[in-house]
Antibody, heavy 120, light 108 residues
Framework: EVQLVQSGAEVKKPGESLRISCKGF????????IGWVRQKPGKSLEWMGIIYPHDSDTTYSPSFDGQVTITADKSTSTAYLQLNSLKASDSAIYYC?????????????WGQGTLVSVSS | SSELTQDPAVSVALGQTVRITCQGD??????AAWYQQKPGQAPVLVVYGKNDRPSGIPHRFSGSSSGNTASLTITGAQGEDEADYYCHSRDSSGKHLIFGGGTKLTVL
């Protein structure tokens, strides 16, 4: 089955770090962009950045550049989102999504989301 | 960067037609994609490109674009269409992607 499977929910304290994983199944993971999206409770979707696993070409949203790190391991078909120095305001659901970058840009396959809660 | 602007909320009577719009200068250069998100679920792509639907998306969902406005039209809205809808496109630089603020659709 074609799917993206993300790591489970996390509860962290302020100042801690976190790495969320996103593993692809059933398609050529290496040759498709993977994007990361944040959604705070009751709020809109926010595009964070994108990576091409084949060569790890990465682009970050200006809003998240320097705040997060996106990596990928094509040998295990897994992308990662690293969050450092967590704050309460980082509490959100984080989604990975297979993203097509052509004249038309769209994300046609989404992970189930990873809920991150940051609280002292 | 640029923005994509959506109406926060729209309502439609059951079986009627509703148009959800997304405005942004970058839409003059790039197509928008549209996602449906129901509570507690991940977004689902419903329309992309000029007017394409992924497999499994009902034909009542269609997309269009004119000038700086992209539109998602639901012809004959059903109760299960009640959800949040987001548009998605590139920003004016073409390097980054952005989402609209979302439209909450209520089916009456």
């Amino acid at each position: 089955e074609v799917q993206l499977v993300q790591s489970g929910a996390e509860v962290k304290k302020p100042g801690e770090s976190l790495r969320i994983s996103c593993k692809g199944f059933g398609y050529s993971f290496s040759n498709n962009w993977i994007g990361w999206v944040r959604q705070k409770p009751g709020k809109s979707l926010e595009w964070m950045g994108i990576i091409y696993p084949h060569d790890s070409d990465t682009t970050y949203s200006p809003s998240f550049d320097g705040q997060v790190t996106i990596t990928a391991d094509k040998s295990t078909s897994t992308a990662y989102l690293q969050l450092n120095s967590l704050k309460a305001s980082d509490s959100a659901i984080y989604y990975c999504a297979r993203t097509m970058i052509t004249l038309t840009t769209f994300s046609d396959l989404w992970g189930q989301g990873t809920l991150v809660s940051v609280s002292s | 960067s640029s923005e994509l602007t959506q109406d926060p909320a729209v309502s439609v009577a059951l079986g009627q037609t509703v148009r959800i719009t997304c405005q942004g200068d970058n839409l003059r250069s790039f197509y928008a994609a549209w996602y449906q998100q129901k509570p507690g679920q991940a977004p689902v792509l419903v329309v992309y490109g000029k007017n394409d639907r992924p497999s499994g998306i009902p034909h009542r969902f269609s997309g269009s674009s004119s000038g700086n406005t992209a539109s998602l039209t639901i012809t004959g809205a059903q109760g299960e269409d009640e959800a949040d809808y987001y548009c998605h496109s590139r920003d004016s630089s073409g390097k980054h992607l952005i989402f609209g603020g979302g439209t909450k659709l209520t089916v009456l």
